[in-house]
């Protein structure tokens, strides 16, 4: 572009990284089931602090009704969601304490998502994975 | 030695019967309650050899222990065959 | 006939069980699902023994080691799981 019209532009470095990319990918890796529940996830941070119902998560996704209801009820015991009293709707936590590691996924997951979407692919299901957490009798802070 | 091992056994799979219920409790995956199931039956089926061998020598349960360990694998290959992805 | 039914559909059961927990140590490289894996079919192999005896109700020294060594797997596994590495 050229240089003086880029030098009119207001300065953009894009979000603050302060997570590395390990670091996303540990979370990704820990805490990600699935592609769809990714997508739920960075669709509702990015709405903060408005709410999404599952019904139009679904329709978002692309998924049925019952699977966008499994998905945001999993963040919602994961603890990054909650769901409103006495509704099928899902916000933010307000706690913003993960921020900073949101923006960093929601940031890798735009300019990667072939190499995020693989990386998810490729491993066990989160059901497999729970089996043998089950196993671990003293029960740390996840 | 037999009644240790199946005491042994029965303890091992009971353990692993209310490990895997609880994860169910916490993590709602289906995977984890075929398979508690599973480990129940099979803790079930571990009683009913001693049972059989000890209590009522003069009756065969052994048929009724096959179809209890049957049972429980069929829910375990339930489990992993729906549940584990 | 009947209980060797019986026998012979448990240890398929068990032989296929211990497949899918080969699958998980594959993917996970937990080497907990290799224990859980290697139990399932010692005694779906150890089942089918059985059907070789003359009398499977009460069973040999032998089954009954066997039977010891797939739950001492198990046990083993969840020890390792809780001590082992610290993970």
């Known amino acids: 572009m050229h240089r003086t019209l880029r030098k009119m532009l207001p300065n953009r470095h894009g979000p603050e990284i302060t997570h590395s990319q390990a670091q996303v990918d540990r979370f990704i890796l820990d805490r990600v089931e699935s592609v769809p529940h990714l997508e739920a996830l960075l669709l509702v941070w990015r709405a903060r602090p408005q709410a999404w119902s599952a019904e139009a998560m679904a329709r978002r996704l692309w998924v049925k009704p019952e699977v966008a209801k499994g998905i945001l ?13 006495g509704e099928e709707k899902y916000v933010c936590h307000p706690d913003t304490a993960a921020d900073p590691l949101l923006d960093a996924v929601n940031d890798s997951y735009r300019r990667e998502m072939i190499r995020i979407s693989t990386m998810i692919h490729s491993k066990a ?12 009798l003293k029960k740390e802070p996840e | 030695m037999g009644s240790a091992v199946n005491i042994l056994g029965a303890l091992t799979t009971l353990g692993c019967a209310i490990l895997l219920l609880k994860g169910y409790r916490r993590t709602q995956k289906k995977l984890l309650l075929w398979s508690g199931l599973c480990f129940f039956g099979l803790a079930i089926s571990n009683f009913l050899i001693f049972v059989d061998l ?12 096959l179809g209890t360990t049957l049972l429980s694998m069929s829910l375990l290959l339930y489990g992993l065959i729906w549940d584990s992805r | 006939m009947i209980e060797s039914f019986l026998l012979g ?43 070789m005896l ?30 082992g590495r610290g993970d």
């Open chain 3, 54 to 83: 003359a009398r499977p109700n009460e069973g040999s020294p032998r089954v009954y080691l066997i039977r010891l060594l797939a739950f001492l797997l198990i046990l083993v596994a969840i020890v390792r799981k809780n001590y």
């Open chain 2, 54 to 65: 000890v209590l009522v020598p003069n009756v065969n349960l052994f048929e009724l222990r």
């Open chain 1, 125 to 136: 299901s989160a059901a497999v994975r729970e089996f043998a957490r089950a196993f671990r």
């Open chain 3, 9 to 51: 559909a448990i240890a398929a059961l068990s032989l296929t069980a211990g497949l899918f927990f080969l699958k998980f140590w594959r993917e996970t490289r937990d080497s907990f699902f290799l224990s859980f894996a290697a139990s399932f079919i010692i005694e779906g192999l150890n089942r089918t023994s059985l059907l």
């Open chain 1, 73 to 85: 009820a999993d963040w919602e015991r994961d603890g990054l969601l909650i769901r409103l009293s």
